[in-house]
Structure formats: structure tokens, C-alpha cells
């Protein structure tokens, strides 16, 4: 039988995989890593730490199933895609701690960019908005405000990569600096059109371009790797996807108009749009969904920047619950929200704000709140920001959604899947396969290896369907609710 090895390499965690050709999960294993917050605003991960993590999750799932090992026909990544790793050419070991895309360093740069007139060109030549969501504005204040990493990238030393990139390095021993589409188009440095790099984008940023790695179509191959001598054979690696992309791929959206939300740390939606880069002034951006044999396929895509993440912090900075799987029980156990609602603006407000200085906050505390009611406004501010997204993104689009499928860790959550069905008035199809972003990329390893000759042969996944339930009126009511309550924030 041939099995696909995936790595999914997280914001939360480093996660190996073993796909059989149908899609099933045979064994799995993970390994968390911290989140290092410097300063308010700032987030970053040690990368040297992700790196190790990847070899230890690998060979522990490689040797767990050794009759399997002579089966695997390649190792496919799928990625956070903006978090970026600046590493010695050399050694492949990171100069410095990884800048995780969460994090907002870059919003002085982006302020500048925009008051001097740049937003309209970005726009046209990428896609996407200035912000420091993306890594070119975070890029360029480690030019200027770091001279060591300055000098390194100025003299060749230095490589910038997404997570990718920087492991297909360290597992090539240096053989391959590459990245795919997917991750290149997230970067605020690469043209949509011309599915390049921009010399125009890297001038505008300071970014030197001979440090970024090639791009290659998500069903190329991108070297081989001896997982840092664990094999005795080189093991191909085929199929490299952004875990946004990957998703929706998984989840066969290859028709124009279909759509995906991932419920993860954050949350990305995106609506298949065909073979042309259309531009939308809504406030949705633009990304490459796939490059397959060198044919692009693009998607609108709105971000959510909390919507596990919220979770998260309910569990680790409030101390509210000792895991996610408690959040259903609480939020049942109240008939409705108490008039409380959680705007999660942590980070600021992305589609369809955009208003990076927005802070977070509950609103409409009374003395009968209770814990249940902010835990029930946490999973309720997932809905409300997915119907924002998906009303922005279907009006750009010109297309009425009836239904959009579900993926991602928050997906056996039933409660909230019935909220978000109820509050967007769609059908939602949540995966009964959890890890659609490795499968995603597992699946665009089979297409480059051969196993599977068009993404037609692909096997469909089975789902579980929530369709809106007859509460149109209440919804309606409770979601203005949650617009005061932006308003508040804005």
C-alpha cells in the first residue's frame, strides 16, 4: 500500500501524518511549542526549536509504523504561511526568533507605506491590503532596526523563508531553498500576474531579493531528505501548500464558488474565483489557491485573526476553562449570551475593518454574567466575524453562497458549527477528517509523485452537515448586537 508522510507544521504545534491514498488518517503524532510574546503586540517562535520538533515527529511516526516505511512515497508540508524565519545560508540554523504572523511590529512601516501613496499599486500587483499581517512590513523593520541581520541579508549570509521554505532547507541539508505559490502570494513581495517575485515590492520594502527562496508549483518536487540521517533511503519531498490553501483544496473546492472556512488559531475563508487574479475594493484580498503544473488557480480570502487563538486565551490568560472541550458544555448551559459579547481585536480587526489599532474587549457585562456567558461570547464571536468575512467576500465575489465547508480543530464542536450554520444562513459541511491542511498538501504530493493523475481522481471526504435552523429572526438580533459592539471597539 502506498502512504503519503505529511508534516503540518502549525502556530500551536508540529504535527507528522501518515495518509493512505483515500485520504485516512493511519497514525499521527504532534509536538506543541511555545508562544513568545516580547512586548505587547509582538509574537514570535523559536524556530530552531520548530525545526527539531519536525525531525522528532517524523522519525517517532516513521518508527511507530516501520512496516509502513518502505510504502511512504514522499513527505508533503503544509505551513502557517505568514510567519517568516531569517537563517544563515550556511548552516540553515535561524539568526533569530521566528516573527509569527500574528505578530504587529511592522505597523509603523505599513503607516508609512500608506501615507506616502503606495496602497493602490501593493494592491494591484499582489492582491492584498499594507499590513503587517503580512511578513514585508515585518521584514523590513528587522532591517532597520536590526543591523546584524541587516549586514547578513545584505551580504548573502542571511536567507528569509516562510516556515516552509526554512524547513525544506534544514531537511535538504542546504540542497533546496524553495517555496510554493500558495506561501509566495502571502508575502506582500510577490506579483499575482506574473507569478513572480517583484523586484518593484522588494525596492519599495528594502527586501533583498537574491535572500528569498524560488517558488515552485504545490505538486513540484523540492529535494530530498535523509530526516537529518534517521533514513537510509532519501525520501522525496512532493507537495508544499499554505494550510489555508491546503484546506481548500482538501476539501475539493475546485469549482468557482466554492468555499472553505478553517476554524484554527485564526480563521482564513476563502471562495475559489477561477484562473484570473480578480482584484476586489472591498477589503477582500487576493491569493493564490493553488499552481499546479504550472496553472494558477486564485481565491478572495478574508482573515480572522482570533478565533481559536480566543479560545486560547480563555484557557491560558484568564484561566475561564482547562481546555477547549469545555467550551460547548458552558456555552449550552446558558439559554443565550446575556447580552455579553467578546470582540476579539487582540490584534487588531482584519477583513472587513482592517483597523490594526482596534483592541479587544467584553461589552455588556451585567452583574448576572457569568463565566458560561463570556465563554458563549467567545464561540459566538467565531460566527459573527465568519458571516462578516463571508458577506464582504460574496458581495466582491458577485456570487450567493449556499454552502461552505468546515475544517480544522474546532469543527467537533457542535455548538458552534449549529451557530455558525444559524448566523450565516448557510449550510455548513464540517470535514469528518480533522487534518484537512496536511491532507491538502498530501494530496498535491499524489498529484507529483503520480498516484493520482488530476485533482478529478482525488477521493471526496465524508461530512457532516449543519443546516440553518429556524431561529432567522433572534439571530438577526443578536448580530446587530455584536456590530454595537465592534462599533464600540472601532
Not at 336 to 346: H, I, M, Q, R, S
Not at 386 to 399: N, P, Q
Request: hydrophobic residues 45%; contains cysteine.
Amino acid at each position: 500500500m502506498t502512504t503519503i508522510l505529511a508534516l503540518d507544521q502549525s502556530t500551536s504545534a508540529t504535527k507528522a501524518l501518515l495518509f493512505d491514498p483515500a485520504g485516512q488518517v493511519l497514525d499521527q503524532e504532534s509536538r506543541p511549542h511555545e508562544q513568545h510574546y516580547p512586548q505587547p503586540g509582538w509574537v514570535e517562535h523559536d524556530a530552531e526549536a520548530i525545526y527539531q520538533n519536525t525531525l522528532t515527529v517524523l522519525t517517532t511516526l516513521l518508527a511507530r509504523n516501520a512496516v509502513l516505511r518502505d510504502s511512504v512515497a514522499c513527505l508533503s508540508i503544509t505551513n502557517q504561511r505568514e510567519t517568516i524565519v531569517v537563517f544563515d545560508r550556511v548552516t540553515g540554523r535561524p539568526l533569530r526568533p521566528a516573527i509569527v504572523w500574528q505578530c504587529r511590529r511592522g505597523e509603523s512601516v505599513c503607516q508609512r507605506l500608506s501615507d506616502a501613496g503606495h496602497d493602490t499599486r501593493v494592491h494591484e500587483l499582489t492582491g492584498l491590503r499594507i499590513d503587517t499581517y503580512f511578513p514585508a512590513s515585518k521584514i523590513t523593520w528587522l532591517l532597520e532596526n536590526e543591523p546584524d541581520i541587516k549586514a547578513a541579508l545584505d551580504e548573502g549570509r542571511a536567507l528569509i523563508g516562510t516556515i516552509d521554505a526554512y524547513l525544506i532547507y534544514r531537511l535538504t541539508g542546504g540542497a533546496v531553498f524553495a517555496t510554493d505559490a500558495t506561501n509566495a502570494s502571502r508575502t506582500l513581495l510577490y506579483d499575482l500576474h506574473r507569478l513572480a517575485w517583484s523586484d518593484e515590492l522588494c525596492s519599495l520594502f528594502g527586501v533583498p531579493p537574491k535572500a528569498l527562496p524560488e517558488v515552485r508549483d504545490c505538486n513540484a518536487r523540492f529535494g530530498t531528505t535523509t530526516l537529518a540521517g534517521a533514513l537510509d533511503t532519501p525520501l522525496p519531498i512532493c507537495g508544499v501548500m499554505g494550510d489555508s490553501q491546503a484546506a481548500l483544496f482538501a476539501e475539493h473546492c475546485f469549482s468557482v464558488g466554492s468555499a472553505k472556512v478553517t476554524f484554527g488559531t485564526g480563521s482564513s475563508v476563502l471562495v475559489n474565483i477561477g484562473d484570473q487574479p480578480t482584484l476586489s475594493q472591498a477589503g477582500v484580498v487576493t491569493a493564490v489557491a493553488w499552481l499546479l503544473n504550472g496553472k494558477a488557480t486564485y481565491a478572495f480570502e478574508g482573515i480572522i485573526n482570533f478565533t481559536g487563538a480566543t479560545i486560547a486565551w480563555l484557557r491560558d490568560q484568564l484561566r475561564l476553562i482547562d481546555s477547549p472541550q469545555e467550551t460547548q458544555a458552558l456555552a449550552l448551559a446558558v439559554p443565550d449570551n446575556g447580552g455579553v459579547y467578546l470582540v476579539p481585536a487582540f490584534v487588531g480587526l482584519s477583513a472587513p475593518h482592517w483597523q490594526p489599532n482596534a483592541r479587544a474587549a467584553i461589552v455588556g457585562l451585567t452583574p448576572a454574567a457569568t463565566r458560561a456567558h463570556v465563554v458563549r461570547a467567545a464561540l459566538e464571536s467565531i460566527a459573527y466575524q465568519v458571516r462578516d468575512v463571508i458577506e464582504l467576500m460574496s458581495s466582491a465575489a458577485g456570487i450567493r453562497l449556499q454552502e461552505i465547508h468546515g475544517d480544522g480543530g474546532m469543527v467537533g464542536n457542535t455548538f458552534l458549527m449549529q451557530f455558525v450554520a444559524d448566523v450565516c444562513r448557510l449550510v455548513v459541511r464540517a470535514s469528518e477528517v480533522p487534518e484537512l491542511s496536511a491532507l491538502g498538501a498530501a494530496q498535491a504530493g499524489m498529484l507529483g509523485m503520480g498516484i493520482y493523475q488530476d485533482v478529478d481522481a482525488l477521493e471526496a471526504l465524508p461530512t457532516v452537515s449543519y443546516a440553518p435552523s429556524d431561529t432567522a429572526q433572534q439571530i438577526e438580533i443578536w448580530y446587530q448586537g455584536w456590530r454595537a459592539a465592534v462599533q464600540r471597539v472601532l
